[in-house]
């Protein structure tokens, strides 16, 4: 077997169910190996951002390897966005990149792609990946393949391949999956004393849980704890989504000055809050009402668990839970929380559209046909999914890049075969979009919602003077046709219900309906943000 063979072996062996790629001269090479084996299915985009968005959003939604294949050069260094956000935001993405053979590397001209040197592309790619090798070598390879694809899973974060053209169809020994890591048995009982401890003494304990969670499949095994411990559990703005299928206290997203008082109070008046593969940063707890101290929490995240002034060290978020799970044996606790509300029965009349009517009408499609994953966008339609029933969610809620919804919502479909819906704003429409284009090849047909405003609106919010904020109305329905879809622009409310019930009643291709807002017209949520982001920034 050749070493491109050994390396798609060894990814389907780790977890990958597919590829996202566009190729290129240095790629052609081991993309035809990719094409002919059939080893895993290979889905071609427009734009690379747009490939590492999809396959990034195919990770999150399995807790598997999201692959991204890509050629040297001009087409991994425009991918470097999408890479960024997914190390940002802990997920396991691989990315394959051809590269030039030795005998290019050797031969003293200046290569078509290169940057500084042929090794530029390398070096940066260091910065946001936790692991890297180069297959030039196909004895080290089997070796080089399976550490770095362990270290993808293990610390769920994206790892880089770099496959010389001249390499691809080189015979290759088997790649062996390494060893899982060892745990320190007494460390991990200490640690799991401790916490149980503080939690038994706490007056108020609340779990909220994090986008670890679902990176390490953790989520059934998670809420069986809950119940178990009769905790309370909320998300944080980043692990929206997480625990919608499960039966778990959940009683909403944690969103400080933004968010529900009820959920903000009892955060922040817990006196041990056990922030459950949470990342720290400012997206989840900068907009605190009460500023948090870190130091009186139980943070479980990274491979270790900090319990005030203290670490245990190698220990993995698994371990803890599931030893935790073996501890706290016995029946659930008898335990009742008072779950978030969530707007439902939009009117059917001419009232003009605002961003929390559509996620009313979104709450009543799914009232009515069973809940749909969704892919969404940076900005207010991001704001907005915090105000629709809970139901698996994919977005860069930290890292908050622009262009991932709609490649996302691909990546989605093609992960999991369910119809998602798309939420995106114009401006972020505007960048990658165009990927809806792909989805009659592939038979995809999400149901794609334009928050078209003609603006940058959440910008606004922050510096309304500025004019480089408007943007022009781009017409996106009439558009759909010719990327293959059906479009329609809505004004109105009853509009609105009348779109969405006809794209669920269509299949085969993707719906694209543009809700035309006003400027300056927020979501709910959004505007508590952004109201309590400038109260919080008062100097007094």
């Known amino acids: 077997m050749n070493l491109t063979e050994q390396l798609l072996h060894a990814l389907k062996k780790h977890g990958a169910r597919q590829i996202f790629g566009i190729p290129g001269d240095f790629a052609l090479p081991y993309f035809r190996i990719i094409e002919e084996s059939k080893i895993l299915p290979l889905y071609t985009l427009s734009h690379e951002p747009g490939v590492g968005f999809a396959a990034d959003a195919s990770a999150r939604i399995n807790g598997s390897l999201g692959v991204a294949a890509v050629t040297y050069g001009a087409g991994a260094l425009n991918m470097i966005n999408s890479v960024a956000a997914a190390f940002a935001e802990k997920s396991p993405l691989v990315v394959l990149s051809g590269g030039p053979g030795k005998n290019e590397s050797r031969s003293g001209l200046l290569l078509h792609h290169q940057a500084k040197t042929l090794d530029s592309q390398f070096q940066i790619f260091k910065e946001i990946t936790c692991d890297q090798c180069r297959l030039d070598d196909a004895q080290r390879a089997p070796a080089d393949i399976a550490r770095v694809l362990a270290s993808c899973l293990r610390h769920s ?26 745990v320190d048995p007494d460390a991990l009982d200490a640690c799991v004393d401790e916490i149980l401890e503080r939690l038994a003494q706490a007056r108020s304990p609340v779990l909220m849980v994090g986008v670890e969670v679902r990176r390490y499949g953790l989520e059934d095994t998670v809420a069986t704890l809950s119940r178990r411990l009769g905790l309370p559990v909320v998300t944080s ?33 817990s006196d041990s809050l056990f922030l459950l593969g949470e990342i720290i940063c400012d997206t989840n707890f900068a907009v605190s009402e009460t500023k948090i ?38 029946p659930d606790k008898a335990f009742s929380v008072t779950p978030q509300v969530f707007p439902l029965d939009l009117p059917r009349d001419a009232q003009s559209i605002t961003p929390t009517d559509i996620a009313t009408a979104v709450n009543d499609l799914m009232a009515r046909h069973g809940k749909m994953p969704i892919a969404s966008d940076m900005g207010d ?16 809620g930290y890292y908050a890049t622009m262009g991932f919804g709609v490649p996302a919502g691909l990546g989605l479909q093609a992960a999991t075969g369910e119809r998602p819906l798309i939420l995106v704003g114009d401006g972020a429409f505007q960048m990658t979009g165009w990927e809806l284009g792909n989805c009659r090849r592939y038979g995809w047909d999400p149901i ?16 309304p003077e500025s004019g480089f904020n408007n943007l022009d109305h781009w017409g996106f329905a009439e558009m759909a046709s010719g990327m293959g879809g059906d479009g329609v622009r809505v004004g109105t409310r009853a509009e609105l219900k009348a779109a969405l019930d006809q794209a669920m009643a269509t299949r ?4 694209l309906i543009e809700v035309t807002l006003p400027r300056g017209v927020l979501s709910d949520t959004l505007t508590r943000f952004v109201a309590g982001v400038k109260r919080l920034n008062t100097v007094k």
């Open 381 to 396: 339609c991001l704001f907005t999914a915090m105000e629709i029933k809970h139901t698996a969610l994919v977005a860069p």
């Open 448 to 463: 794609v919602l334009v928050f078209n405003n003609a603006s940058w609106e959440m910008l606004r919010t922050f510096q």
């Open 508 to 511: 085969g291709k993707f719906q």
């Open 237 to 269: 703005f980043m692990g929206r989504g997480l625990l919608s299928e499960q039966d778990s206290p959940l009683v909403g997203t944690y969103m400080g000055v933004a968010g529900f008082p009820e959920i903000t109070h009892l955060v922040e008046n």
């Open 157 to 182: 974060e994206p790892v880089y391949i770099e496959i010389p053209r001249d390499m691809v169809a080189m015979p290759c020994a088997d790649v062996l999956p390494e060893a899982p890591q060892t």
């Open 293 to 330: 101290d870190m130091r009186k929490t139980i943070q479980a995240l990274n491979g270790q668990v900090n319990i005030g002034y203290h670490t245990y060290a190698k220990l993995p978020l698994a371990a803890v839970v599931n030893r935790m799970l073996e501890r706290v044996s016995g």
